[in-house]
């Protein structure tokens, strides 16, 4: 098991690894495998950028995120610049349907609303309005339309982990309420326990996963 000390140096390299990161002021602090970001990111993009590359670091077993974007002032823009280009993002993204995605913007938060058939839509519609300039947040309140009955969802699941992970599959439980699915168990690192989520949200008809596996320390 490594030290907090450890730990963080593993962050701060990570950090300093990725090219996606040129912020230079994030505050990393770690306590008993709980990491805490704090600084003030120039875009949403590179925020989720430096929270993945946390979350790639063995040992990491919770993340706290207390950073705020800071725009430059060459990456500003009016409200209504950062609709428009949304809109058009999300228009020409093959993985988000036509029409289905709505996009408000204030104060340069965008929060996305709709309904769509599968989460992979949900995450690239996302994705797409996140790298915008001007962008300094996102709520994604879309929702995934449920089309399977919860015990179909599970069996999708479970087969899933065991073709993914059987290791982990084995210490899983899953359980099922409509279209929201709860992960219960425990994982060997903060990789797999996103992976587990990933193979989760991959089921049709899933609408909402609560992730409650716990890391082994």
Known sequence: MKSDVQLRNDVLSELAWDPAITATDVGVIV???VVTLTGHPSSHAEKCAIEH???RIAGVRALAVEMTVKLPAD???TDAEIALAAERALEWNVLVPDGKIKAMVEN?????SGKVDWEYQRRAAEVAVRDLLGVTGVANQIVVKPKVTSTDIALKIQNALERQADREARRIEISVSGADV???GTVHSWAERQAVQGAAWSAPGVANVVNNLLVEA
């Open 182 to 184: 709860t992960l219960r």
């Open 53 to 55: 590359a946390v979350q």
């Open 31 to 33: 306590k008993d495998g």
């Open 75 to 77: 990456f500003q823009r």
């Open 108 to 112: 340069g938060f965008a929060t996305l």
